[in-house]
């Protein structure tokens, strides 16, 4: 949607507050909020099949950018990306492309999307009263923020360069995907199926290889006796067990243990 273009609302800001007119600056502060938002969801497109569903339906560009950051660590950091062309042996050849990307800085994210919005308001009579403290120099914010936001709307490319560990769901048979250098301080991976939310603990072994270990819990079949195991996933309020060996049925209660079914108790 162009009108809601990150480098269209930035322009439209920058013009807005040439004028200087302190009721175009209103109009500055929204201008600059569809930037930060539409920078942020051009992010969030970037890693669509990395994040789960739910991400989708925030509209919190700070919430966004924090599921972003889980993923991979360097998701607001700038770089640099170089592109060579080939020799027909496979080596390096001539250097083709070199641009940089600038990402907005997480602080001013967090410092500057609700501070602008405080201008969308008209004060409240309190505010209106206490003139001396509340009345801000609009115009001088503005320009102090605008070369904050300038390099990151003004980005042509993005990409995501996350080194990702891919596995299968063992439960439901989708894939999960993790980002490698995130997996090394948080070793847990959780199927995003929603009907699912299977849990992994992941190993990332020293030659860079994935080992995905689903979390299950054991338990001794109050009638068999036997050993048993169910995903770790399950434990939730009134969910059913099954034994592999008897097959009798079993409700896991809190605090956790398995109760006898109504129907089975005879
Ligand atoms: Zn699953
Ligand atoms: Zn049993």
């Known amino acids: 949607m162009i009108i809601f273009d990150k480098y269209e609302t930035f322009n439209r800001a920058k013009q807005l507050l040439k ?14 909020r569809y930037c930060i938002e539409a920078i942020c969801y051009e992010k969030l497109k970037l890693y669509e099949k990395h994040v789960p569903e739910e ?3 925030t509209w919190q560009p700070k919430k966004v950018m924090e599921t972003l950051h889980e993923y991979d660590p360097f998701v607001m950091e700038n770089y640099e ?6 020799k027909p042996d ?25 501070k602008l919005s405080f201008f969308l308001h008209v004060p409240t009579l309190k505010q209106q009263k206490n003139k001396g403290a509340e009345v801000q120099d609009l115009k001088s914010y503005l ?13 042509t490319f993005d990409s995501n360069l996350a080194e990702v560990a891919q596995s299968v769901c063992r439960e439901c048979g989708q894939p999960i995907l993790r980002n490698v250098e995130s997996l090394k301080n948080n070793p847990v991976a959780i199927c995003k199926n929603e009907n699912c939310k299977a849990e992994y603990d992941v190993k990332v072994t020293e030659e860079g290889k994935t080992l995905w270990k689903l979390r299950q819990l054991d338990f001794a079949c109050p009638k068999c006796k036997k050993k048993n195991y169910f995903g770790r996933h399950f434990l939730k309020e009134g969910q059913v067990i099954n034994c592999f060996e008897c097959s009798s049925k079993y409700i896991l209660n809190r605090p956790w243990y398995l109760a006898a079914r109504d129907e089975d108790k005879t």
């Open 19 to 32: 004028s200087g007119r302190p009721e175009e600056l209103r109009y500055a502060c929204l201008e600059l």
């Open 55 to 57: 991400v989708y339906s």
């Open 81 to 86: 990306l170089r592109i060579w062309s080939e």
């Open 90 to 114: 496979g080596s390096r050849d001539k250097l083709i492309l070199t641009e940089g990307h600038t990402n907005l800085r997480f602080e001013v994210l967090k410092k500057h999307y609700n």
């Open 143 to 155: 320009e102090t923020i605008l070369p904050e936001i300038s390099a990151a709307a003004a980005n």
